[in-house]
């Protein structure tokens, strides 16, 4: 098992990417941070299934990114929880298609604060508690839009953008202290929010995927485990993209 007495906290677990991935961590023996906006009943009972199968710890916190009293309640809640971290997955984010004529101030702001400025603050607060010294692992989950800075993402891409110059700040920084920072790009994935992107984009997309297909969650969850395994020490600063090749 890759993370086997690993702690690893997990933002945006409901569902999609961030579901896939926690599922993943625990098959791989690590013990999980979850990280909610709500705690549905679903989501609870197939955390409980979750723990008995693996036997391994969850605990759910629930607090809403957008709101920087509750993340620092979150991130309190958290250690309490464990004193320790050893990774930390940023995934959590909204997605937003408008163009840029039609996208408020307000909107740009509610994008760049869950896609961006969440992470800054959440990351901040972690540091504190990450161990230090033994290859500890923080992975953003950012997407290709960042490259793509397609119409009707003038706020979503740049957000993205932005996450990825982070993430090869923070990999410098923390370089002294053994934590590797990297980021994974996903492009189009099956998901609830691939649901929701008009018909068009989708159908652009993926004309300029050589594979001709979206990914799957577990495409996205598979890097995620390598990134946070020992198998990655020596990765730092890079950003993966699970693209399909486009």
């Known amino acids: 098992m890759l993370l086997k007495n690993k702690t690893a906290v997990i933002t945006g677990c409901n569902r999609g990417i961030g579901f896939s991935i926690l599922e993943t961590y625990l098959k791989n023996g690590a013990n999980v941070i979850a990280c909610v906006r709500n705690k549905s009943d679903l989501f609870r009972d197939k955390i409980d299934l979750f723990s008995k199968k693996f036997e391994a710890k ?21 250690k309490k929880i464990s004193p320790k971290i050893d990774i930390l997955v940023n995934n959590a984010g909204i997605n937003q298609m408008s163009l840029f004529q039609m996208t408020t101030l307000k ?3 509610s994008v760049f604060d ?11 607060k972690i540091l504190k508690i990450i161990v230090k010294k033994n290859n500890s692992k923080i992975i953003n989950i950012a997407s290709n839009a960042a490259d ?5 993402r003038a706020a979503y891409a740049p957000s993205k953008a932005a996450l990825l110059s982070f993430t090869k700040v923070l990999s410098k920084e923390m370089g002294s202290y053994s934590i590797n920072v990297n980021a994974i790009a996903p492009g189009l994935v099956n998901t609830d929010m691939m649901k929701n992107t008009p018909q068009k984009a989708i159908e652009e997309a993926l004309s300029m995927t ?9 495409d ?6 390598f990134l946070a395994s020992d198998q990655a020490n020596h990765i730092s600063g890079e950003t993966i993209y699970v693209t399909g090749g486009m």
């Not at 629930?62 to 620092?72: A, G, P, R, S, W």
């Not at 793509?148 to 009707?152: I, R, W």
């Not at 050589?210 to 577990?218: G, Q, R």
């Not at 996205?220 to 485990?225: E, G, I, K, P, T």
């Open 220 to 225: 996205v969850a598979n890097v995620a485990l």
């Open 210 to 218: 050589p594979l001709k297909k979206a990914a799957e969650p577990i």
């Open 58 to 78: 969850v605990n759910v916190v629930k607090f809403n990114l957008e709101n920087e009293e509750e993340i620092e309640k979150g991130f309190l809640e958290i």
């Open 148 to 152: 793509l800075s397609s119409q009707g």
């Open 107 to 109: 909107t740009f702001r």
């Open 114 to 124: 869950v896609n961006f400025f969440s992470i800054v603050s959440l990351t901040q």
